[in-house]
Nanobody, 123 residues
Framework: QVHLVDSGGGSVQAGGSLRLSCVVSGYTYNNYAMAWFRQAPGREREWVASIVSDGRTQYADSVKARFTISQDNAKKILYLQMNSLKPEDTGMYYC?????????????????WGQGTQVTVSL
């Protein structure tokens, strides 16, 4: 069982930056993928970015060139660096883990989830 604890959210003004963290514990396969999702009130959970165990990354068009997903394998921490934040980036952000080693944009394929961390961007 993989356990995820995400943190780092907060309130910032448009144009600001935040870095989210997700601490991973428990057994993980050598080949896997992790992702960040977000959910705004009244909307479905939306895929933001993925990183695969071989280092491949992929981003949603809405965050490309502004967000960076990375991981510290030694510390088992997943990060999401968010720059040039916009009000439309507001939402609850969740890290997720899947033992399928590929970019997966559908939430239902993920086996473990963090509890979520709130990001609020104001004008």
């Amino acid at each position: 069982q993989v356990h995820l604890v995400d943190s780092g959210g907060g309130s910032v003004q448009a144009g600001g930056s935040l870095r989210l963290s997700c601490v991973v514990s428990g057994y993980t396969y050598n080949n896997y993928a992790m992702a960040w999702f977000r959910q705004a009130p009244g909307r479905e959970r939306e895929w933001v970015a993925s990183i695969v165990s071989d280092g491949r990354t992929q981003y949603a068009d809405s965050v490309k060139a502004r967000f960076t997903i990375s991981q510290d394998n030694a510390k088992k921490i997943l990060y999401l660096q968010m720059n040039s934040l916009k009000p439309e980036d507001t939402g609850m952000y969740y890290c997720a883990y899947t033992s399928f080693p590929s970019v997966v944009m559908q939430a239902r394929y993920y086996e473990s989830w963090g509890q979520g961390t709130q990001v609020t961007v104001s004008l």
